[in-house]
């Protein structure tokens, strides 16, 4: 049953949560046999060919036989299978993910455990967690940004997403945007026996500062700083130009340029000169009664 008051889900605390584990968990598996399989066809001159230079003999007598350089070429082909078994994966888990998304388009509101939104965000989710994964383990930058916007997440130009949590779904960030470390941007969350799902909206040249969690249907305006340890509320939306801090946020501070903290610190500093030059004057006065 679908719900749109989403009212009483505003505790003093919510733990987003990610996904349980199903038997559709079992997908892992199946990507990394298709994975598996890629390298072995597209690899079987290569192994016929060092088997041969091994032995004498070949076991696929219809391939060509190499030649003693190609031992040189090994540590590449092992690079390059490493990339061939990524992508491979990544396309396949695309594939499987546009389908699911055929098959039943995410949708926004509050639904029971067990209905199909609640069970196909968890497919979803187990479909892009491993390609993800493995983009952030290859030695290339933003092949993680490249996954995303391959499943389908709405990322601007010149993003920065340093290692966290982003849902594959249901996201929207604009040009500009950095994201910190150990960050959790979530369209959905459970809460007991419901599954909420909203669309998340970071504008423009924001920052999602490290430690902090964006719960479902948070609205960052263009430019708005969300603080380090801080986290939103459903629906919350952060003004502009601001920063915002609190656990959750309740707290807005203005953006200061370089020079207005510069000032704002050598304000402070000279403050315990001053008092101190106070005291030391009326010491003097006391001296001279």
Known sequence: METTDDSQFKVDYISTSGVYKTCFTLIILLQFLVGSIIIILVNLWFFNDLYYLLTGRKFLPFLLIGQWWEWFLLPMNIYGNLLLFSFSIILFSAVIFKILNKLHPPKEGVFEKGSKEWKYTHRRFWTAYFPIWLARSLPLPWSDIFVYRF??????????????YIDPELIEIGDYTMTSLNICIFSHLIYHD???IKRVKIGKACI???QTIINPGTVLQDG???GVNSYTWINQVLEGDLIHVGTPVSMTLPIQSVEESQQK??????????????LNDKDKIGGSI
């Open 151 to 164: 499943l389908g997440v709405h990322i601007g130009k010149n993003v920065v997403a340093y290692e966290g």
């Open 194 to 196: 419901k599954i909420i």
């Open 208 to 210: 999602v500062g490290p």
């Open 224 to 226: 708005a700083v969300l």
């Open 265 to 278: 610190a050598e304000k402070i500093k000279s403050k315990p000169i001053e008092k101190k030059n106070n």
